[in-house]
């Protein structure tokens, strides 16, 4: 068992998204009381040269603005075009290896768990106080642009998702 939570490598740091925080917060700390391992799976990686540049330079920052604890992190690309397929294929045998190295050997059961995950539908998914339903998903934008785009073309893609 382990838990993986994605982060968009440019997500703002000094101004992470409430949701990725709320989100860490909820399963991690609520749900899983700790005991489940976590895995931050940094996206967007794929003009980090070398792969994973964005997430050494900002580590330390990252995790002190969002107070995750995580067991690692892994810079991936999900291009999967002839230009980054050797970034992607590194980034499928590094997050294998994390989960390989970092799952629970045998299943975590929590104690009335069946309560705890009625209470945390019931909580954040079905009455969600704080959440207009028709707020648009802030990192929208930042997902994935097209195959076969070039890198350069990130700024006008982006303009499709806004």
């Avoid at 005991?35 to 940094?42: K, R, T």
């Avoid at 070398?50 to 995750?68: D, H, I, S, T, Y």
């Avoid at 997050?95 to 309560?115: G, N, S, T, V």
């Amino acid at each position: 068992m382990i838990f993986i939570l994605f982060y968009f490598a440019f997500e703002k740091i000094d101004n992470p998204s409430q949701q990725t925080t709320q989100y860490y917060h909820s399963i991690v700390h609520d749900l899983c009381e700790d005991h489940v391992p976590c895995i931050l799976v940094i996206t967007r990686c794929e003009d980090d040269y070398p792969l994973g540049a964005w997430w050494e330079e900002n580590k330390g920052r990252l995790l002190e603005k969002l107070q995750f604890y995580v067991k690692d992190a892994v810079a991936v690309t999900a291009l999967k075009d002839e230009e980054s397929l050797n970034d992607y294929n590194q980034s499928r045998k590094n997050l294998i290896a994390a989960i390989q190295k970092y799952a629970l050997k045998d299943p975590w059961r929590a104690k009335e768990f069946k309560q705890k995950l009625s209470s945390f539908f019931s909580n954040r998914i079905i009455h969600r106080p704080n959440v207009s339903p028709r707020q648009p998903e802030p990192l929208w934008k930042y997902l994935q642009r097209p195959m076969g785009a070039p890198p350069s073309a990130k700024r006008i893609w982006s303009s499709w998702f806004s």
